[in-house]
């Protein structure tokens, strides 16, 4: 299977987290907390258990195959930080149209980000491109002219938040982007907002 034929799969299977979009408008804040912190709890248990039996660890990352990171077979999955960050996301950030712009920033601009660096990224920084990362900047701005509702002004705040998204999304921070690009850029916005 091609490198660029397993990251359209991820992302593909990515785009399930406007699922978690979808759970916050239609059941509300308090019972998406609930929900998306079991699902947290039953995810985190089934990580640690992959991770303590090979065996079951080796059919897990078959059943995946072409779905999961290289390091994920020894590690937590992006599933675990993916429900981590909208929890923490519809935690934190007190503005329904921010967390659904940063939900959509998690599914779209990593995707775009993801794509895009793997076929036209030329230009590196670590790990990523600057290619990838215009990408992401371009796909999360378009969510902010569609989602923010800022009596601001919706292109300033459209524009914070992608550079903050596309900056979270290159930096090689620790645990995993999907984690850190919807939590931190709700925080960004919501300072913003408030300040």
């Known amino acids: ?3 660029m034929t397993s990251e359209l799969k991820r992302k593909a299977f990515h785009v399930f987290t406007l699922l978690y979009a979808a759970l916050y408008v239609y059941a509300g804040r308090t019972k998406s907390l609930w929900l998306l912190g079991v699902g947290f709890f039953l995810v985190a248990v089934g990580e ?3 991770l303590r039996r090979p065996a079951l660890n080796e059919k897990i990352i078959r059943l995946f195959q072409g779905i999961h990171r290289e390091k994920e077979t020894n ?11 909208a929890f923490l996301t519809i935690l934190l950030v ?6 659904l712009a940063c939900l959509w920033y998690l599914a779209v601009g990593d995707a775009a980000a993801a794509l895009v660096g793997k076929k036209w990224g030329r230009i590196r920084i ?17 969510v902010g002219m569609v989602f923010l509702d ?5 292109a300033p705040e459209a524009a914070v938040g992608a550079f ?24 960004v916005l919501t300072a913003l907002r408030r300040f």
Not at 94 to 99: A, F
Not at 167 to 186: C, H, R, V, Y
């Open 75 to 85: 590690r937590p999955s992006g599933i675990l930080w993916t429900l981590g960050g």
């Open 94 to 99: 007190p503005y329904p149209d921010v967390v």
């Open 48 to 50: 640690a258990v992959r």
């Open 150 to 154: 800022s009596t601001g002004g919706r």
């Open 1 to 3: 299977m091609s490198e």
């Open 164 to 187: 903050a998204a596309a900056l979270l999304e290159a930096l090689p921070l620790p645990l995993d982007d999907n984690f850190w690009i919807p939590t931190i850029s709700g925080l």
């Open 126 to 142: 670590g790990q990523k491109s600057l290619e990838g990362s215009a990408a992401c900047f371009l796909a999360c701005w378009l």
